[in-house]
């Protein structure tokens, strides 16, 4: 099983990215999909998920209306798109996969991708 995490870089604050996870080798469309963050110096912090086929949307309070999370199981595929960025999201992003769990607690998902770092300067 892989997880591909891409779309991170540097942008200035008030701006966007789209962060995109390609899955391999897992039956993608049976798992909820979440992105997760850690920043320097925290500890990992939900982000976001989403249902089996994308019907149903899940945030951390401190992100909804900021970041839209979306899926294409054709593709195999979970996006983040971040908005309004600020130098506090600047963190490393991970995408991972969740077959049965809570969709906020990271010990409950099976699969992981590498990460990728969002650096927002101010």
């Known amino acids: 099983v892989q997880l591909q995490a891409s779309g991170g870089g540097l942008v200035q604050a008030g701006g966007s990215l789209r962060l995109s996870c390609v899955a391999s080798?897992?039956?993608?469309?049976?798992?909820?999909m979440g992105w997760f963050r850690r920043a320097p110096g925290k500890e990992r912090e939900f982000v976001a998920a989403?249902?089996?086929?994308?019907?149903?949307?899940y945030y951390a309070d401190s992100m909804k209306g900021q970041f839209t999370i979306s899926r294409s199981n054709a593709k195999n595929t979970v996006y983040l798109q971040m908005n309004s960025l600020k130098p506090e999201d600047t963190a490393v992003y991970y995408c991972?996969?969740?077959?049965?769990?809570?969709?906020?607690?990271?010990?409950?998902?099976?699969?992981w991708g590498q990460g990728t770092l969002v650096t927002v300067s101010s």
């Open positions: 080798g897992l039956s993608f469309s049976s798992y909820v």
């Open positions: 989403i249902s089996e086929g994308g019907r149903r949307t």
């Open positions: 991972a996969a969740l077959y049965s769990g809570t969709y906020y607690l990271a010990d409950d998902y099976k699969y």
